[in-house]
């Protein structure tokens, strides 16, 4: 049973928070359905756990997807990164220091961004259940109490897509993001448009091809789905030609957001100079909150809008740590994407709810989610 702390303790009362243990626990988590996208086809994730236990007994846990073909991160090395690099380096270190040992562990090992992402948030839900104080309060405060998040379309017909979106607006979503870059140009600008005309005008919604389109492609996709009205196509271009995602955006009707491109506060500035819109920020890509918040008030300086999203599947323990970032950012114009919702069982004891179109902020210490340990056992990939 996780320790837990009702009331903020005085910051001149605390002791030591000296960390006695680090488990990096991987974890295969079944989906309710595979989901497809350009160039995979996901049924479960498969995802690192990080669990930091302090000398009194509080825990703190953290998550990252492994992502090969976005971070370059495979389960079996985000779990040799913390458990043969950085784990040990975390032992007897005070979590209250959290930048000064984030920045001793990034010395100690290069890249790895979803290590480190994990690891950040497990020491910041460590810290906010032993100070009683939510995540976001040790971020600098929150801006919103709640987001809203959208649900990902990706079925092999319109109306498939269809059905679910009703279904999904009955549930609660009010915003939807339809995969593209997956069938003939053609056949996704017919189902676009058949998408738009059964939500009605008013409902947000947008398009990501994860790299999966070519230039042709793309400009005939933003021209074909012009009167639907998207509020942004994410990534339709390879992430590293940006000559291209530059000429897409000058002719583009359609606003233009990164996704894959975004690994750094440099990539934003990057792209930022290539005229696009606005960009997708994860934190398993930036390698942790920390950076992720610069990211945020660097987007809010340079004009960018704002997507906080994690990976297809996170658990809720990911999906918490996107609402924490997303509501201490300046702005999330772009709305958030929680993929908690997407797994056919949880790892929290109780999975974070939407009501009335929004997810709330959760306001209990840390992280603010309890984790189910025998969840975590029955998923943990053996071997």
């Known amino acids: 049973m996780e320790a837990r702390v009702d009331a903020p303790r005085d910051i001149g009362e605390r002791e030591p928070l000296l960390i006695r243990r680090v488990d990096a626990i991987p974890v295969a988590l079944p989906l309710k359905k595979p989901m497809a996208m350009a160039g995979v086809t996901v049924s479960r994730a498969l995802n690192l756990l990080v669990r930091i236990e302090a000398g009194d007994g509080a825990v703190g846990w953290g998550e990252a997807a492994s992502a ?21 380096l975390l032992i007897g270190e005070d979590a209250w220091v959290r930048p000064v040992v984030c920045r001793k562990l990034k010395h100690a090992l290069y890249g790895n961004t979803g290590a480190h992402s994990a690891i950040e948030v497990a020491l910041l839900d460590l810290a906010g259940r032993s100070s009683g104080l939510p995540l976001s309060d040790l971020i600098g405060g929150a801006t919103r109490r709640a987001v809203a998040p959208m649900w990902l379309l990706g079925n092999p017909t319109p109306e498939q897509d269809i059905a679910e979106a009703h279904a999904k607006r009955a549930e609660g979503f009010g915003f939807f993001k339809l995969k593209i870059g997956t069938k003939p140009v053609d056949a996704e600008i017919a189902s676009t448009l058949a998408l738009r005309q059964a939500l009605g005008a008013a409902m947000p919604l947008c398009a990501d091809a994860n790299c999966g389109l070519t230039f042709a492609d793309a400009r005939r996709y933003v021209d074909g789905t012009r009167a639907a009205g998207l509020m942004f196509v994410e990534q339709p271009l390879p992430h590293d030609n940006l000559n291209a995602i530059s000429r897409l955006t000058r002719v583009s009707p359609t606003s233009i957001g990164a996704d894959e491109g975004i690994h750094s506060l440099a990539d934003i500035e990057a792209h930022a100079d290539r005229g696009v819109n606005g960009v997708s920020l994860k934190l398993i890509k930036l390698g942790g909150m920390s950076t992720a918040l610069e990211a945020a008030l ?47 069982e949880d790892i929290a004891e109780s999975a974070l709810p939407i009501g009335d179109g929004a997810v709330a902020l959760p306001a209990r210490p840390g992280l603010g989610i309890d984790v189910d340990e025998a969840a975590v056992e029955r998923f943990r990939v053996k071997g």
């Open 68 to 88: 090969p073909t976005m971070t370059g991160d495979t389960l079996a090395g985000l779990v040799a990164a913390v458990r043969d690099h950085l784990a040990p």
């Open 298 to 344: 660097l987007c809010a300086r340079l004009g960018l809008a704002v997507n906080v999203a994690a990976k297809i599947a996170e658990s809720s323990i990911a999906s918490a740590a996107a609402i924490h970032l997303a509501c201490a950012a300046p702005a999330v114009d772009w709305g958030v994407s929680l993929t908690h919702f997407y797994l056919a």
